[in-house]
């Protein structure tokens, strides 16, 4: 199933309107994109804007707007507003989740995470706090 939604926004610049659609599939913009800042540069891109014009500066202060969630992004609209920081750190989480639950199985006989939801929790931060770290030492 596929996790997208569509974006939509309209603006005015120097007395032209402007109206963009776009149907964003969400896994592969978490994959080059990691905040939802730059879903305006997306829609510009798509639609054949200079990042580097005033028409693309206003369109920057414009918000956006999503609906027709589909897979898993249903969950994070509301209102119009989609929370791509929380779909974001869910994508990273259920990416992480293999990977960690090999090592609680490895190292203390734990065959379900989700079972132990404050293990869960411990290796989740201790795992964030050691890429925190690696990235304060380059």
């Known amino acids: 199933?596929?996790?997208?939604?569509?974006?939509?926004?309209?603006?005015?610049?120097?007395?032209?309107?402007?109206?963009?659609?776009?149907?964003?599939?969400?896994?592969?913009?978490?994959?080059?994109?990691?905040?939802?800042?730059?879903m305006h540069h997306v829609l510009a891109v798509e639609h054949g804007i200079d990042t580097y014009s005033y028409l693309f500066e206003v369109m920057q202060v414009t918000d956006i707007q999503y609906d027709n969630p589909q897979g898993r992004a249903v969950e994070y609209l509301h209102d119009g507003e989609f929370?791509?920081?929380?779909?974001?750190?869910?994508?990273?989480?259920?990416?992480?989740?293999?990977?960690?639950?090999?090592?609680?199985?490895?190292?203390?006989?734990?065959?379900?995470?989700?079972q132990q939801p404050n293990l869960k929790q411990a290796l989740l931060r201790a795992y964030r706090l050691g890429l925190e770290q690696n990235s304060h030492k380059r």
């Open 1 to 38: 199933m596929s996790n997208s939604i569509d974006a939509y926004i309209e603006f005015s610049f120097k007395g032209e309107d402007y109206e963009f659609h776009s149907t964003l599939d969400l896994d592969q913009q978490l994959e080059r994109h990691m905040s939802l800042e730059s």
């Open 83 to 114: 929370d791509f920081e929380a779909y974001a750190e869910e994508n990273t989480t259920d990416a992480l989740l293999a990977p960690l639950q090999a090592i609680a199985l490895r190292e203390m006989g734990v065959e379900d995470l989700e």
